[in-house]
């Protein structure tokens, strides 16, 4: 996601290697403006990004670390703008939200990932369908809903979007929903029509805020289409969608410089789980390659049930993990999203992400062949592995439509997995682990820099 200017930052760093090298701290600031300006960022934010850390550094004296510092602290200034971080809920429920953005920004699939953000931190959420000007929109969002098993308002029959919208805040008033958030109609491009009809859907539910979703692929007209839509509507905030997508990534820092509101998300993946919040510093740490331990934290606890975890340790530690924890598990992970934002956020391991961003573990081969394994078994061998013996493996491999060879295979590595986590779960692996993943921090990315905390 941010692997482009992660790798613009680590070339500039490495320009300068003595103290007081001032040829060394030009070079190193004309490749971070090449770069930045090649990976997307506007170039009045590259101009004032810059010139800003070149003074500091100066200010601070030309060096290793006092360039990294510099670059790290005007980051985050650049990227922090007055208004709200995150969602923010009203004082009195529900919290109603307008989610505005042209045809194609990904405004509809956003409005679901917004709603599963909020559903996995336990809020009642309902979406409105009041986008009747893309046909497909309304049958998108209730498919949606469906998937995410959130409420959602909609009537085939009504043609005034004003009319959904009063309808479903009142039913989120009636029904105690914590959050209504209403999809409304884009356009192709921005006209007359649409910003009379979204003035009118404004007026009429007084929303608490308004978002905008930008399609990061579009680049600088992200920019230019949120800022337009900031002076004729007025919003509160932007999500960046497809940002999986933009190997650039430079859009996300021009837009919370230039547009002047708050980036509030942004959609790092195709599916529901694959929405992060937009935090400055944060996200800092990812672009210099530190990852975002916090974020990490947040995304686990919001979808791990610490009951259920707590019982799976116990297994482990006795060694009675089984085929039944194991699917569970594995559900567990596919609401955390994809695997290359969760490996980004590890610190160390953010350049790990460019070679599997491409990678579906929920749906790998692998994974559907342990699944048709499974599936084949009987209640007694999920919960007790060690029943299995020549017969059963037979039988099972028949069922799966998989070779004993590959039944055998499978079983192995369940086996030895089963051992590893066992063996981490014990006071002395737990502490290794930990140590390795404090010398990993302790690296911060850029090919093993020490970050300024």
Do not use: C, W
Request: without cysteine; positive net charge; glycine residues 8%.
């Amino acid at each position: 996601m941010f692997d482009s200017i992660t790798g613009s930052i680590t070339n500039a760093v490495n320009k300068i290697r003595h103290k007081d090298d001032v040829a060394s701290l030009k070079k190193a600031i004309t490749e971070l403006k090449k770069s930045l300006l090649k990976a997307d960022v506007h170039h009045k934010t590259t101009k004032d990004l810059v010139t800003a850390i070149e003074l500091e550094t100066k200010r601070l004296g030309i060096g290793h670390d006092s360039f990294l510092k510099a670059l790290k602290d005007e980051l985050t200034k650049i990227l922090t703008t007055t208004g709200n971080q995150g969602f923010v809920f009203s004082n009195t429920p529900p919290t109603v939200v307008l989610m505005t953005g042209l045809q194609g920004s990904g405004k509809t699939t956003t409005t679901g990932k917004l709603a599963n953000y909020l559903k996995l931190r336990k809020k009642k959420v309902l979406v409105a369908a009041a986008d009747l000007q893309r046909l497909a929109a309304v049958e998108q969002l209730k498919q949606i809903a469906a998937q995410i098993e959130v409420d959602i308002y909609f009537d085939d029959n009504e043609k005034d979007p004003v009319k959904i919208a009063l309808a479903a805040k009142e039913k989120a008033k009636k029904e105690f929903y914590d959050v209504l958030l209403i999809d409304t109609a884009g356009r192709l491009a921005i006209d007359e029509e649409l910003m009379k009809q979204l003035k009118k859907v404004k007026d009429s539910v007084n929303p608490n805020e308004i978002f905008y979703v930008a399609d990061s692929l579009t680049g600088h007209d992200a920019t230019k289409t949120a800022t337009s839509f900031k002076e004729q509507i007025g919003i509160d905030g932007v999500i960046l969608s497809k940002y999986d997508g933009d190997t650039k990534g430079g859009v996300a820092i021009s837009i919370a410089n230039q547009v002047g509101v708050p980036l509030r998300f942004i959609g790092t993946g195709e599916k529901m789980p694959d929405l992060e919040v937009f935090i400055p510093d944060r996200i800092v740490s990812r672009l210099m390659g530190a990852g975002d331990i916090e974020g990490l934290a947040e995304k686990t606890a919001a979808v791990i049930d610490e009951k259920k975890a707590k019982e799976v340790t116990k297994k482990i530690k006795k060694g009675e993990f089984n085929f039944n924890d194991f699917l569970e598990q594995l559900a567990m992970m596919s609401k955390l999203g994809s695997m290359k934002s969760i490996i980004g956020m590890i610190p160390g391991l953010s350049q790990m992400a460019g070679p599997i961003k491409d990678m579906d573990f929920e749906n790998s081969d692998e994974i559907k062949r342990i699944k048709a394994l499974i599936g084949s078994m009987t209640l007694k061998e999920r919960e007790t592995p060690s029943l299995m013996n020549p017969s059963r493996k037979r039988r099972i491999a028949k069922g799966s439509g998989l070779s004993e060879a590959q039944v055998n295979k499978i079983l192995k590595q369940f086996k030895n997995a089963s051992k590893m986590a066992k063996k981490l779960s014990s006071k002395g692996g737990m502490k290794g682990l930990q140590n390795m993943m404090k010398q990993m921090q302790g690296a911060g990315g850029l090919g093993g820099l020490n970050l300024p905390r």
